[in-house]
């Protein structure tokens, strides 16, 4: 049996594993966007390739694990290569990864300054732009 991948799932699930809501991705994706409409896009089983470009660009995640990552199918190899129960008996629980946790987290929080930091100025220009309105 075929199962589907859900793009828009995918999106929600990364976006929430890097702590981003759905306001500041519709942010940085544009004017055009909101975070209703972020939220109608999370429910699209299959989302416009030039859109997930777009939010590939601004999560800093490939395309491609927005159209191929299947929730099932990780926990099933993730099951198979780690048998945790045996292991955590025999004492030989040891897995090692390839990656650092603590500089990857760093550079996901030097991420989210930046836009945050952004956001903030975008506010700051909006609120000069208001001000020299109503003082005209």
Do not use: C
């Amino acid at each position: 049996m075929e199962q589907k991948i859900h793009q828009g799932r995918n999106v929600k699930r990364f976006r929430e594993m890097l702590g981003i809501k759905q306001e500041a991705l519709a942010y940085d994706l544009g004017n055009d966007w909101n975070q209703k409409k972020i939220s109608m896009l999370e429910q699209k089983e299959v989302i416009d390739t030039t859109i997930l470009t777009q939010i590939s660009s601004s999560l800093k995640i490939p395309v491609e694990a927005f159209q191929n990552f299947d929730e099932e199918q990780a926990v099933n190899i993730i099951s198979n290569t780690f048998n945790i129960e045996k292991d955590a008996y025999i004492g030989n629980a040891k897995p090692t990864f390839n990656i650092n946790p603590i500089e990857e987290l760093k550079k996901l929080h030097e991420e989210k300054i930046a836009l945050y930091e952004r956001m903030l100025k975008e506010k700051d220009e909006m609120m000069a732009r208001l001000e020299k309105i109503i003082n005209k």
